[in-house]
């Protein structure tokens, strides 16, 4: 069975077929296998003939192809016929710059300087084998490549027609462009659903400025001085339409000149299509209930048809700035930017100048030193041209990298250059644009592309060797962001692209698209600005000026009133589940968070718990107390009461905090030790089903009664194997396809699993997978065993249950013409080729895209890409939030290579060895990441170095790409030969596919850093606190010291390791301990003790928990702690018993190279 493809097989008995695993785009699907790298006119890339000999090193051991698993149960609503007992009267983000541009490394000096010592030959274990594991097929041969080779740039050939299943039976129903001029490929009938695997967590973040917004790089880093994004969960009241808006157009005839009405009739011009017709799914989602078995070709999209040139009723124009209480000044271009100075403007009208601001007297202009994302490095040099797009010269002459080498390209020798990581964060590289594209392009917090200039052709690409990809954060919380009402949304006829900063006015009446090229007219209504209240300057509109922005959506945009907040909660209540303590932190949070719930007067709550029998809760308003309701028969599952189970949560308030305040209560004593898990949710699908909404589900243990019981699968054993992984797919389909139903009704499931035994999160994650849900994990929960859990479960909950939600959405990515989207990495439902379903978004999800070029870009000089997010607030409006990013089209490698961004290449990597793992094998997936680094190293040291040297040769700006791959490898998701439980593998591979880069990043290689001398030197003050900046260090056992203490930040935990030989004034002032053996052995929380070393450590410790949105335990560990063998393992650069050093993995790089 050929992998090239990343497309498992995994199916139950008749109807509609499904891939589990990233969709695929259907043009792509037709290429025969092999085609990619084999490109007749290309150098000869074979990947058939081995790299290396292969000797058996870790966790290499090949293994067969992965076979699917067959269903054990298949999920069945059943009619409501059972009884039910009613016992009469029972109760009830990353560290900041540390100040400009990166360090550059130290020159290379001829004599290498002293690696670190090498460890014994006879104790060092055989190198990898790089089997012919390889992204890209072979360039030469025609028959399918083996089982390793991944494809960057074209989509995965088919792989037979997948086994059908019922999908389901109603539910979103994707609205997507078909014209020919569209910009996505070409509609596929939803006949073949498509979805990729799970992530959990969750993520802040920030864009635009605001007052106290800090230039930001791309992990929300702080620049010396300046205040962090706020980092606090949003209020609940995040949206104001009743805001006072801008101001009415003006009533009187516009000023100074009269322009023409806009066309009525049908376009001109027979190559121009048709406007399309009305969009049936305008509502997104849920407001339609098309069966997705029909082909789903209405035109149109997910976010509907905007209304057409100025059609439709002229409502007044408003525009709110900012979307929340920290209102800031707009983000504008730079003084008397045009953009797209019209090239043939009628007299008067070429001789205007824009104003030095287009901000409005109560937004003052925003200093360009402010803008969070323009503060990075900028490697190549930057014209100060200030033409848009559209008349951007034939060539790039003036934007080439040829003329002089940027940093970016630097060469570094890798195998001599040992301190290569910088002193504070990396930021985001900067995209070659003329400076006016470049200051209003999307915040790569937001949007990033792991290319920053992209390649004129594929074989280009796949010259490269390199990914091309994009990693999103679409709904990340924003300090600052422009909304706009409006009844026109402006939107192009063909592509249905929104008008956007990327555009070109060709003159005051028309405007071409830069996705399809389009000439659209200009609505009537936009020409009145309602920022500066002026006329007739179009380009300068809000929308013309923010690449991030949000419409709130006019009626036609929904066929069905947005739907309420809804919020359900199952909850286990086996004596497992009491034992543990959780239920009380539950029902306290809830207590202490209800009034911060998002929602509005229509928003409504209600609560299921089982064991071996499932319980509703009757919160009928005139109810004395809460009433319970069993139901025992778990094969034929019903609502007792359908009508009184979800209640209105501001009519009902006084019984929902009685049940709160009773429910642990209520079963303290339980000796019931059995879990019915997948008949609680068939309870809690059927009860959402009318509305949609959050499913919270919580589970303590192993399903295992009724429907979608599993059974124990892990062997301990086998934990430390370096053979491959078994189990790491699901055990059943019960949960993929009730998963898929609660998709089709708009509901999605957040998984809790609190356990201290195997759960089986491969088969239980598959619920929050397809239905846009999370997955949050808290092994060895228990409330009086662990108390770090504890405290960790309890912040979670409250941003869990306080941060913005977005109902019954819809997501769409656009890109310019001649480029396609195949793979879709996250937690969502393949509506068709290019929209995802998600039944909720929250701001802590990310997503990636995998994409290709299908026809040759030569005539582009620019790129666009556009994502869009239709989606209803929590306070029941519809809402578009779009972003859209530009990036320079490219011919030669070393521009390719120079725009590379290390980081954002990790990430996409990541998520396909994700896929790679559970389609093939865990040691195919690390064969393919290791070949990743070679073949790209290999690409640049062929194509574009000029003068050939020894050593392991790498551009500045991939100078960390094989430390990342190492540290991948040695991740928990991909290791071998360390224990590591199952649960906990298939849960760090769930956070690798869903956490935003930002913190996916720290997960990855973790930053560590020395505290023990902490000073005021370059530290950082923010609200009046001082905030320490150490310096990275490397991540290795050298770098510690039995003098000192160091902090490691691995994302979701922080280690603090204490020498035994520690600074005693350490121990005293900030661990208030008067020795080390005096240390606690689970000390988990500082000492909030009155000394400056204590306000330095905990300032800077409450920094780094304050950049990201779930809550990082912290740890103090000895010599002799257990945890202790956690913080080596961190140690990437060392060497262990099963992996190589980072010395040893860059000479077998080199081996490779040099083969």
Not at 267 to 286: F, L, V
Not at 369 to 397: E, I, N, R
Not at 951 to 961: D, E, M, Q, T, V
Not at 1086 to 1094: F, K, M, R, V
């Amino acid at each position: 069975m050929s992998t090239t493809g990343f497309n498992s097989q995994n199916g139950a008995g008749g109807g509609q077929a499904y891939a589990n695993g990233p969709s695929q785009n259907p043009v792509a699907l037709q290429q025969p296998p092999g085609v990619g790298y084999g490109m007749t006119h290309q150098a000869p890339y074979n990947l058939m003939q081995p790299k290396a000999p292969m000797p058996p090193g870790p966790g290499l051991y090949h293994s067969g192809p992965y076979q699917p698993v067959p269903p054990v149960s298949s999920y069945q609503s059943s009619p409501p016929v059972s009884s039910y007992q009613a016992p009469p009267g029972q109760p009830l983000l990353t560290r900041p710059p540390m100040g400009g541009p990166l360090p550059h490394t130290p020159p290379q000096s001829a004599s290498p300087s002293p690696g670190p010592r090498m460890p014994p030959a006879q104790a060092t274990p055989p190198p990898p084998a790089v089997s012919s594991n390889s992204y890209y097929p072979n360039a030469q041969q025609q028959q399918p490549p083996m089982a390793h080779a991944w494809q960057y740039g074209t989509a995965p050939p088919p792989m037979g027609a997948p086994p059908p299943m019922n999908t389901p039976s109603g539910g979103p129903v994707a609205n997507h462009v078909n014209l020919p001029a569209s910009s996505t490929a070409p509609p596929q009938s939803s006949t073949a659903y498509s979805s990729p695997p799970q992530g959990p967590v969750s993520h802040n973040a920030t864009q635009p400025p605001g007052p106290g917004m800090p230039p930001t790089s791309l992990h929300g880093y702080t620049h010396p001085g300046t205040a962090p994004p706020p980092m606090n969960p949003m209020p609940p009241h995040t949206y104001q339409p009743g805001r006072p808006p801008y101001g009415p157009p003006p009533t009187g005839p516009p000023p100074t000149m009269k322009p023409a009405p806009p066309p009525t009739g049908p376009p001109m011009g027979s190559a121009t299509p048709p406007p399309p017709k009305a969009d049936a799914q305008c509502g997104g989602a849920a407001n339609c209930t098309l069966s997705p078995t029909e082909p789903d070709y209405q035109e149109g999209d997910i976010e509907c048809p905007g209304t057409m040139a100025g059609n439709g009723p002229q409502t007044p124009n408003t525009y709110n700035h900012v979307d929340n209480k920290m209102a800031g000044p707009p983000q504008s271009g730079p003084p008397g930017r045009q953009l797209g100075h019209y090239p043939s403007l009628p007299p008067g009208y070429q001789n205007t100048s824009a104003p030095p601001s287009s901000a409005s007297p109560m937004h003052p202009p925003m200093p360009t030193a402010t803008q969070p994302y323009t503060q990075a490095p900028q490697p190549y040099q930057q014209p100060s041209a200030g033409p848009g797009p559209a008349q951007l010269s034939p060539s790039l002459a003036a934007l080439s990298l040829q003329s002089s080498t940027p940093e970016a390209l630097r060469v570094v020798n890798l195998l001599q250059e040992r301190n290569l990581l910088p002193p504070g964060p990396i930021p985001a590289p900067t995209p070659c644009l003329p400076q006016d594209l470049q200051k209003i392009n999307c915040n790569p917090e937001v949007f990033r592309s792991t290319l920053t200039s992209i390649p004129q052709t594929q074989s280009l690409l796949n010259k490269a060797k390199l990914p091309l990809g994009l990693l999103l954060h679409p709904f990340k919380d924003l300090s600052q962001l422009p909304v706009v009402t409006s009844s026109t949304i402006v939107r192009c006829r063909s592509c249905r692209t929104y008008i956007n900063p990327f555009v070109s006015f060709l003159d005051q009446r028309r405007w071409k698209c830069n996705l399809c090229y389009r000439v659209n007219d200009v609505p009537e209504e936009f020409m009145y600005n309602p920022v500066s209240r002026s006329y007739g300057e179009p380009h300068k509109r809000p929308e013309v000026q923010n690449a991030t922005i949000e419409f709130i959506a006019p009626s036609e945009y929904m066929l069905r009133p947005p739907q309420p907040a809804v919020y359900l909660f199952v909850l286990d209540v086996s004596h497992n589940a009491v034992e543990t303590g959780y239920l009380n932190m539950v029902c306290q949070s809830l207590l202490d968070n209800i009034n911060a719930l998002p929602g509005d007067s229509r928003t409504k709550i209600g609560f299921i718990t089982f064991d071996s029998t499932i319980h509703f809760y009757n919160l009928q308003e005139g109810l004395s107390q809460p009433q319970m309701l069993i139901v025992s028969d778990i094969e034929d599952i019903f609502l007792p009461t359908p009508d009184s189970l979800l209640v209105n949560l501001s009519e009902c308030k006084e019984l929902v905090q009685d049940l709160l305040k009773s429910l642990p209560n209520l079963f303290e004593k339980t000796m019931e030790t059995q879990s019915a898990l997948g008949p609680a949710l068939q309870a809690a699908f059927k009860l959402l089903s009318p509305t949609g909404g959050r499913m919270s589900v919580f589970q303590t243990q192993l399903p295992n009664l009724g429907v979608g019981a599993l059974k124990s699968r892990e062997d301990p054993n086998q934990r430390a194997s370096a053979k491959d992984i078994q189990h790491l797919s699901p055990a059943t389909d019960f949960y993929k396809k009730l998963a898929l139903d609660c998709s089709g009704q708009q509901v999605a499931v957040d998984l809790f699993l609190l356990s201290a035994q195997y759960c089986d999160l491969a088969s239980l994650g598959c619920i929050s997978r397809y239905s846009a849900g999370s997955v949050y994990y808290y092994p060895s929960y228990h409330h009086a065993h662990n108390p770090a859990q504890v405290e960790r479960f309890q912040k979670d909950l409250k941003r869990y249950l306080t941060r913005k939600i977005g109902f019954e959405a819809v997501m769409r990515i656009r890109c310019t013409k001649g480029l396609s989207i195949h793979t879709f990495h996250g937690n969502f439902f393949v509506r068709s080729t290019d929209l995802l379903s998600l039944p909720n978004v929250n701001p802590d999800a990310g997503f990636a895209v995998q994409m290709s070029i299908e026809e040759n870009l030569l005539d582009m000089q620019v790129v666009s890409f556009q994502a869009a997010l239709l989606y209803t607030s929590s306070k029941g409006e519809r809402r578009i939030r779009v972003h859209t990013m530009c990036l320079p089209v490219v011919n030669s490698l070393s521009d390719i290579f120079a725009g590379a961004d290390v980081q954002a290449i990790t990430g996409l990597l990541a998520s396909m060895a994700v896929d790679r793992s559970v389609s093939a094998s865990l040691s195919d997936a690390r064969d393919a990441m290791t070949n990743a680094a070679i073949d790209s190293l290999a690409s640049y040291r062929q194509s574009v170095l000029t003068i050939q040297q020894p050593g392991l040769l790498a551009p500045a700006c991939l100078r960390l790409f094989p430390l990342y791959i190492l540290a991948l490898l040695k991740q928990k998701a991909f290791r071998t030969g360390t224990s590591t439980r199952l649960d906990d593998r298939v849960f760090a591979m769930c956070q690798l596919k869903y956490q935003p880069l930002a913190y996916l990043m720290l997960m990855i290689h973790p930053a560590l850093y020395r505290v023990d001398d902490l000073t005021d030197e370059g530290a950082l003050n923010i609200n009046e606190r001082t905030i320490p900046q150490p310096r990275v260090q490397q991540l290795s056992v050298e770098k510690l010291s039995r003098e000192g203490a160091f902090l490691m930040d691995a994302g979701m935990v922080i280690y603090l390791w204490v020498g035994r030989n520690c600074n005693p004034n350490f121990l005293t002032q900030v661990l208030g301990v008067p020795n080390y053996t005096a240390v606690p052995q689970n000390l988990y929380l500082l000492p909030e003790l009155d000394t400056a070393e204590s306000q330095r450590t905990r300032a800077f410790i409450g920094w780094l928990r304050d950049q990201r949105p779930f809550f990082p335990t912290l740890h103090v560990i000895r010599d002799e702690s257990q945890l202790k063998a956690n913080f080596m393992q961190n140690m990437i650069e060392d060497r262990t018993e099963s992996a190589l050093s980072y010395y040893e993995f860059l000479l077998h790089l080199q081996q490779q190279i040099s083969k």
